[in-house]
Nanobody
Framework: QVQLVESGGGLVQAGGSLRLSCAASGLTFSNYGMGWFRQAPGKEREFVAA????????DYAEAVKGRSTISRDNAKNTGLLQMSSLKPEDTAVYYCAATREVFPNPTSKMLFWGKGTLVTVSA
């Protein structure tokens, strides 16, 4: 059974930093492109960042570009999203997801999703 479990969310002041983790099990992690998405209250889920299977290629939404770094450790079946200079508008539930595509894009069909971790940024 495939599981993606996010952790690292919490309450942080504006300007602060968080590191989100995604622990994967039940799949050969290196065979999947990985993405992070978020859903703010009352809004649709949106793309945040993506990373290719081998970690060599990354992409970011404009809203987080320059403030976020996506990475992965295939040996540890773990994905990471480092976020800094957080803003109140970054408040959302953050989800990691996996796809068979080598390098996912914002409209990729993600096969597996975690249950999310809540990030709350106070002003």
């Amino acid at each position: 059974q495939v599981q993606l479990v996010e952790s690292g969310g919490g309450l942080v002041q504006a300007g602060g930093s968080l590191r989100l983790s995604c622990a994967a099990s039940g799949l050969t992690f290196s065979n999947y492109g990985m993405g992070w998405f978020r859903q703010a209250p009352g809004k649709e889920r949106e793309f945040v960042a993506a990373i290719s299977r081998n970690g060599g290629t990354t992409d970011y939404a404009e809203a987080v570009k320059g403030r976020s770094t996506i990475s992965r450790d295939n040996a540890k079946n773990t994905g990471l999203l480092q976020m800094s200079s957080l803003k109140p508008e970054d408040t959302a539930v953050y989800y990691c997801a996996a796809t068979r595509e080598v390098f996912p894009n914002p409209t990729s069909k993600m096969l597996f999703w975690g249950k999310g971790t809540l990030v709350t940024v106070s002003a």
